[in-house]
């Protein structure tokens, strides 16, 4: 495991548990308790926990720091590409349906696996993510809209005026989302008010939410929320997500899907 995945896991649990202990922790991941202190100091220094004698409590600041691409595919990959999998129960099981695909990695991840599915050519498919969008044309699909607009670098994202006035006339039978994280209050969330923006009207204009997040993203909140959990229909996450969190999900109303590696 990288360490960056450690971290963001270690962040994931101080959030929803509120505190961590250092021992237990290096008995999780199965590194020495030095490890552990080194990593609650990186993340305390950036905010995210607050560093306490023998472990650390979670921080109540938003996120607000994003990670290029290249680093958000080796996080959680494993995860990622389990709950890809388990989210292929929520396609449409007839031709001519439509869906919205979100920008992400989980859902580049799922893109990956749509493009080889026999049914994929009968799916009118509405994506604003650059990677997404080629990995569905290089597979063949010809009915696989990329919303115009500005594209931003660091998540290869398409954003802006004219991606929302496309969405805003569009409708979709099920909408694929990412997210940056999730909370019980803040619902789902992510760093930048323009990729909010277009997650948002995907949402909206779906008859069905399936959001996509991996159990690292947890308890964690980002400055920009786009989703009330009342907006969710279903949540894929993988086995790391904590017990107590999927059962207050299910509380609110949400269907948890939980993939298996």
């Known amino acids: 495991m990288y360490a960056e995945e450690r971290r963001r896991q270690i962040a994931s649990l101080t959030a929803v548990e509120g505190r961590v202990n250092v021992t237990e922790l290096a ?52 995860a990622k590409m389990a709950i890809a999998r388990a989210a292929l129960q929520f396609l449409p099981d007839r031709p001519d349906r439509s869906l919205f695909l979100d920008s992400g990695t989980t859902i580049n991840g799922l893109a990956e696996i749509i493009a080889k599915h026999p049914s994929a050519k009968d799916w009118h498919i509405v994506t604003n993510s650059l990677p997404t969008s080629l990995d569905l044309a290089s597979a063949g699909l010809e009915n696989v809209q990329l919303l115009g607009g500005t594209v931003r670098a660091i998540t290869q994202a398409v954003v802006g005026d004219i991606a929302l006035r496309s969405i805003a006339i569009l409708r979709a039978d099920v909408a694929f989302i990412g997210t940056n994280a999730l909370t019980i209050d803040h619902g789902l969330s992510t760093a930048d008010p323009q990729e909010a923006a277009i997650k948002k009207a995907m949402v909206t204009n779906a008859h069905k939410v399936v959001a996509m997040c991996d159990s690292t993203k ?31 999900l299910v509380a609110h109303g949400v269907d948890v899907i939980t993939a298996s590696e």
């Open 218 to 248: 947890l308890g964690n909140d980002y400055l920009v929320s786009f989703a009330r959990l009342s907006e969710v229909d279903v949540l894929v996450t993988d086995s790391e997500a904590p017990k107590s969190f999927i059962d207050e």
């Open 27 to 78: 008995e999780k991941f199965g590194v020495t308790a030095e490890t552990i202190r080194r990593d609650l100091a990186v993340l305390n220094d950036e905010g995210i926990v607050h560093r306490v004698h023998g472990g650390a409590v979670a921080s109540q600041s938003f996120l607000t720091t994003e990670f290029p691409l290249e680093a958000r595919y080796r996080a959680a990959s494993t």
